[in-house]
């Protein structure tokens, strides 16, 4: 049963400090995608379990990295790690058309099921990252929410001209957040921002 009271509201709102990206996470009801265990703390600034060894970012991850999308209503945007489908409603929320490929199996059925509920029209997809979607190609954007080793070329084919991949990229331990900006078929910009610790992208974990 989906259960949002005006408490839950009231605060996400807390969260939220100013009224672009952010606008999304006020209106996305966060606690809804975690374990029950975490239910008092769904509205504080932090990383949680969920299942599967993955995590549920921070909301001030969420909005750093919706922001370098530099998303306009209406964008085709490819997700890799639906997870909890946090991330994924956010996008939903700001008038992306959320495509999003999660590979453990059990996480792809609890956000099928949860934003079919909330009625929120995105699309996942169950299968490996790395490959991305390539017969939905192009896309206007491409957000990983995993950390990885290097940019996949893979998704950088199926960006547009001038579109932006933003990713985590580096070792395990900790990555910097970076943007990949598609200048023509062959060639890229990379630019970096701030550090921050993601959950690894798997290469070759196909379902």
Do not use: W
Request: glycine residues 6%; aromatic residues 10%.
């Amino acid at each position: 049963m989906i259960v949002d009271t005006f408490r839950h509201q009231g605060m996400r709102k807390r969260l939220v400090d100013d009224e672009l990206v952010l606008q999304a996470i006020a209106d996305v009801p966060r606690h809804l995608f975690m374990d029950n265990a975490f239910l008092e703390f769904a509205y504080q600034d932090k990383a949680f379990p969920i299942e599967a060894g993955q995590t549920i970012s921070q909301p001030y991850t969420v909005a750093y990295q919706s922001q370098l999308l530099l998303l306009e209503k209406g964008m085709k945007v490819l997700e890799i790690g639906t997870g909890s489908g946090y991330q994924t409603s956010i996008l939903y929320k700001i008038g992306a058309k959320v495509y999003s490929i999660e590979r453990h199996k059990v996480l792809n059925n609890k956000a099928v099921t949860l934003l079919q509920e909330l009625n929120y029209n995105v699309k996942l997809f169950y299968g490996d990252g790395f490959k991305g979607l390539p017969s939905f190609a192009p896309f206007d954007r491409i957000l990983i929410t995993c950390g990885a080793r290097i940019v996949p070329p893979e998704l950088v084919k199926q960006l547009v001209i001038g579109g932006i991949l933003v990713l985590p990229l580096g070792p395990e331990n900790e990555q910097v957040m970076t943007t990949v900006i598609k200048k023509d078929a062959d060639s890229y910009e990379m630019m970096s921002f701030d550090k921050f610790k993601f959950v690894p992208m798997l290469e070759n974990k196909a379902p």
